[in-house]
């Protein structure tokens, strides 16, 4: 649980080869790491209170792979794998402070994001019948959860073992406006080649749920600049176009002969700045939700026979992120609305699509599309899914 007493011991172990400096750590939860600990911020900036609730930082090691978590927002705050050359190598934005993601809990780094994930139109739905009123955040539409979603909240974190760290958030009936008391368990679980999130819930109403976890990754390492020359593939062939507020249309299209075919490894880059196409203008590049092929649920020891739904490779690093999953779409988000103005952790500071987001969830506005797979949750059902974000490098 939440100890408070952090001991942070600044011993310098050894610099091997290029690998940054590695120094013995304990992290919130009492446990030592020790690995590419320089890359690491330091727990002590994680201690405060959130609506009166400890915050802290936690981490996970395995192998030549750490993650760092803190439980206001569930957020992934460092994920550090090893690039081409063997240099730890940390692949997703974040800050060093708590206080700087209290500061800016709406950028969303690394949070997990609920009760759903993207928008609602209109910040309303109906179900059995009955209108649900949410809060407007985002022009005429809701998003991510609301004025204070999952993103901004204090979970209670509990370290398993040093690969393992469960996070629960019990969510009131009406929080944003949602019906039913929901019961949320997030576990990420480091193996020895990446990073699984397991996401549970049950309901005492019927809701509607869709979590993800919304990190910012740039694979040549975070604040290196431009994710343009990136590669990316996407297995879907289809794609959910939105109109002008981001909201999908409805229709499924096809992404042949446009900027939206992933099908085959292309820059990021390539493409986003096609004027001519509508949607790349809605988006401000691409902030659009693929159609994945493979929708398919399977247990999370099924995942490699789904196939990855993303594999994205850093041009400068040569890792490679394979993103699997038993969710049926992806949101690609380039990083348009970054701006320069978030102090990355290591005195580095985002800028203009310098980090991408794959968020693996339902189909943005699904409660308002019943043509869209349902995000309906029952009592008596229980909410399970699972994503997993694998490491190489070539
Ligand atoms: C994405 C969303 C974007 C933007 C971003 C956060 O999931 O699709 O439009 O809101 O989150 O800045």
Excluded at 110 to 123: D, E, F, L, P, S
Aim: neutral net charge; glycine residues 10%.
């Amino acid at each position: 649980m939440n100890n408070r007493i952090v001991i942070f011991s600044a011993i310098l172990l050894a610099a091997c080869g290029n690998n940054p400096s590695s120094r013995t750590v304990t992290d919130t939860a009492g446990a030592r790491t020790v690995t590419a600990v320089s890359l690491l911020p330091d727990p002590d900036n994680f201690l405060d209170t959130a609506d009166g609730q400890a915050t802290g930082l936690y981490f996970l090691h395995n192998g030549n792979l750490t993650a760092a978590i803190t439980n206001y927002g569930a957020r992934l705050v460092s994920l550090i794998v090893p690039d081409k050359n063997g240099t730890p190598t940390d692949v997703v934005l974040g800050y060093d402070s708590i206080g700087k993601y209290l500061h800016r809990p709406d950028t969303y780094f690394g949070a997990i994001v609920g009760r759903y994930g993207n928008r609602i139109g209109h910040a309303r739905f109906k179900l059995n019948g009955k209108e649900y009123t949410l809060y407007k955040n985002n022009g005429p539409n809701t998003l991510h959860g609301g004025k204070k979603g999952f993103d901004a909240v204090v979970w209670n974190a509990r370290k398993l073992d040093t690969t393992t760290l469960r996070l629960t958030y019990i969510s009131k009936d009406g929080e944003e406006g949602y019906p039913g008391n929901l019961q949320v368990t997030v576990t990420y679980l480091l193996d020895s080649n990446g990073l699984r999130i397991n996401y549970e819930a049950t309901t005492d109403k019927p809701t509607v749920l869709n979590l993800t976890n919304h990190s910012y990754f740039n694979l040549n390492g975070q604040g290196t600049g431009t994710i343009g020359n990136h590669t990316l593939q996407l297995n879907a062939n289809y794609y959910t176009p939105v109109d002008s507020t981001l909201i999908p249309t409805g229709k499924i299209e096809s992404v042949t002969g446009t900027p939206f075919d992933f099908t085959k490894p292309t820059a990021i880059g390539a493409r986003i700045n096609d004027s001519a196409n509508r949607q790349i203008k809605f988006g401000h590049g691409y902030d659009h939700n693929f159609v994945l092929n493979t929708v398919k649920l399977g247990p999370p020891e099924g995942y490699e026979e789904h196939g990855p739904a993303a594999i994205a490779t850093g041009d400068l690093s040569g890792i490679v992120m394979s993103v699997y999953t038993d969710q049926p779409g992806i949101q690609f988000y380039s990083g348009n609305f970054l701006n320069g103005t978030n102090p990355l952790k290591g005195g580095k500071t985002d800028g203009y699509r310098t980090a991408f987001c794959l968020e693996t969830q339902h189909f943005p506005n699904s409660p308002n599309e019943p043509s869209f797979p349902s995000t309906v949750l029952k009592p008596g059902e229980k909410y399970s899914t699972w994503t997993y974000f694998k490491f190489s490098t070539k």
